[in-house]
């Protein structure tokens, strides 16, 4: 299942920097989006979610960015900070409750002290 | 802050054995969902439920596999007979009038 991709298993910043994670998508159903942080043990836990009639959407530190045309977004975190180093998963699904969520592979941040 | 819990957090259990794996969702939300994360793999999405049936499961979710609301609290995955594959993380997820679905913090089923 490639619908979601996630193409970087790995990502090392600088704390006060900014991180950009990416993910990719193919199926053009898919009208909404979201990202999780994940600790090891734990659940994903949401962070920010975006819907497809939108380009941007921001809670401080965290903004999502949605190009529709290219089937891509991002989560920008800035600054990013040490307890930002975890598994950040984007997942897909429709904006309809109910809807399963589909999703892509994780990217690890650190973020560097 | 309300918080999707599950039990147990890791459950062994031999090859053939039945396991329930129990979860209680945020009390306001309406729809239910499991998935389960295989190591090294990706989540994928297993059930939803809403209003005391299912609403889509996927293809992964065979005869095997059975869910349930007992009551008014619990949403409980049950697996009939469990196989070596079997051995995954599996995350109970709840969803109220919003899109986004909350996560619980996950059982570690090992299969022996």
């Known amino acids: 299942d490639q619908q979601v991709k996630q193409n970087s298993p790995s990502l090392s910043v600088q704390e006060g920097r900014i991180s950009i994670l990416n993910c990719d998508y193919t199926?053009?159903?898919?009208?909404?989006f979201l990202w999780y942080k994940k600790y090891p043990a734990e659940g994903p836990t949401f962070l920010i979610s975006?819907?497809?009639?939108?380009d941007k959407n921001e809670d401080g530190r965290f903004t999502v960015f949605l190009n529709k045309s290219a089937k891509h977004l991002s989560l920008h975190i800035v600054p990013s900070q040490p307890g930002d180093s975890a598994v950040y998963f984007c997942a897909a699904g429709g904006e309809t409750s109910g809807s399963r969520l589909t999703f892509g592979e994780g990217t690890q941040l650190t973020v560097n002290p | 802050e309300p918080e999707v819990t599950q039990t147990p957090s890791h459950q062994v259990t031999q090859m053939g054995q039945e396991v329930i794996l129990r979860c209680v969702p945020i009390s306001n939300h309406l729809y239910f969902y499991w998935y389960r994360q295989i190591l090294g793999q990706k989540v994928e999405f297993l059930v939803s439920?809403?209003?005391?049936?299912?609403?889509?499961k996927s293809e992964i979710f065979d005869d095997q596999f059975s869910v349930e609301r007992p009551d008014g609290s619990n949403f409980t995955l049950k697996i009939r007979s469990t196989k070596l594959e079997d051995s995954a993380m599996y995350f109970c997820?709840?969803?109220?009038?919003?899109?986004?679905?909350?996560f619980g913090p996950g059982t570690r089923l090992t299969v022996t």
């Open positions: 439920f809403y209003n005391n049936e299912i609403s889509e």
């Open positions: 975006i819907s497809s009639i939108k």
């Open positions: 199926n053009s159903m898919f009208d909404y």
């Open positions: 997820a709840s969803q109220g009038l919003d899109y986004e679905q909350y």
